[in-house]
């Protein structure tokens, strides 16, 4: 991904600050999760360094491959490497691509690979281009809506996006296209760290032609009587800087203590006054925020009082405690994709209640 122009287009504006390139190493996982057992036709709109192009003709080396980017020093070097068999330095969202394209009014792609810009657009609605124009969405939906317009019957699209486009009201009318047209799924779970200069979670995803999974169903509001378990927020809250380790076993469990599937440490409890909400022995702790791992989904041995970046969750009765706890660990890729946000990702009482009907089926 590389995005240095000024104006992408008629809607979004976007400055240098969002180039962010993927890595070697991110690129290889991507393509890992190709379906397709030797596409001929591959191409990356938003080329940026390389990396993907470079990833794809390493893995499928008699492939045709097209790179474009609107940073002509990116493309620069990408066509001094001899990385991509036809290349472009366009506006790829823009309304006049296609009569530019030195390729595109050929045939379509099987491969489309796509790490497209996300940093710094906000709540800026975005318009793609192409038979989806009226769409209005986030900055790296608008690329992969307009990809659409380029990927071949039974190709894929495999793409690095931002975990904010799975719930964000911004990217309602692209999930909704996503969801009645074409089969999207999610490949590899969100997780921070890989951009350092964007604070952002980013999660892969795989678009095929046909109906999808419902993964991104918009659903009516969930009624929780009768459910066989209770959820529970924690509320006792400390300033990062004022947490102090206990080293006794009373003390507030917070996200950092919980890891390798057990309680690690405790904090002091803050002296204010207020009645703390504790988790019930034999409830499974996890965060509410942050990233998920599953080292952070706990069992609690006895009764703990919970911060307020922490849920519990507690069966009726010891057979449901255990049906709660393997659901949560054997469709763990499917939990922690629910985690969405700006900022540090978060889940809701109602994702994770809708997430543990469809799980153990109730």
Known sequence: M???CQNMSP??????SDAQYTSPELASTLLSHCGLRRPVRIADFAAGNGSLIRA????????????NDFDVASMHEIKKQSLASATDELDFIDSEFINKSSILNEKKFCLI?????????????????????????SKPMSFIIT?????????EILAILPTTTLH??????????????????????PEYGHFPRVDASIYMARIRSGNSSNFFAEQAPLA???LPWRITRGNASIARKNRMICDSAVGMVHTTGLRDGRIVERYELPNDGRVYRRSPKGSILLPRVGALKLGSIVRTSRTEVMSDCLFSIKGHDA?????????????????ASLFAGTGAPFLTVERLQRFLIKAIGV
């Open 113 to 137: 690979l796509l790490n497209p810009p996300f940093s710094g657009g906000g709540n800026i609605p975005f318009k793609p281009r192409g038979r989806f124009s009226m769409l209005r969405c």
């Open 11 to 16: 809607v979004g504006r976007w400055s240098q």
């Open 147 to 155: 990809a659409l317009e380029h990927l071949a019957d039974h190709g």
């Open 168 to 189: 964000g009201n911004l990217d309602r009318d692209a999930r909704a296209l996503l969801r009645e047209k074409y089969d999207f799924s999610i490949t590899k779970s």
């Open 224 to 226: 929780t009587d009768g």
């Open 2 to 4: 590389s995005t240095t």
């Open 319 to 335: 057979s449901w405690d255990m049906a709660i706890s393997s659901a949560l660990r054997q469709r763990f890729s499917e939990l």
């Open 56 to 67: 794809a003709r390493a893995r499928w080396t008699d492939a045709f491959l097209y790179a």
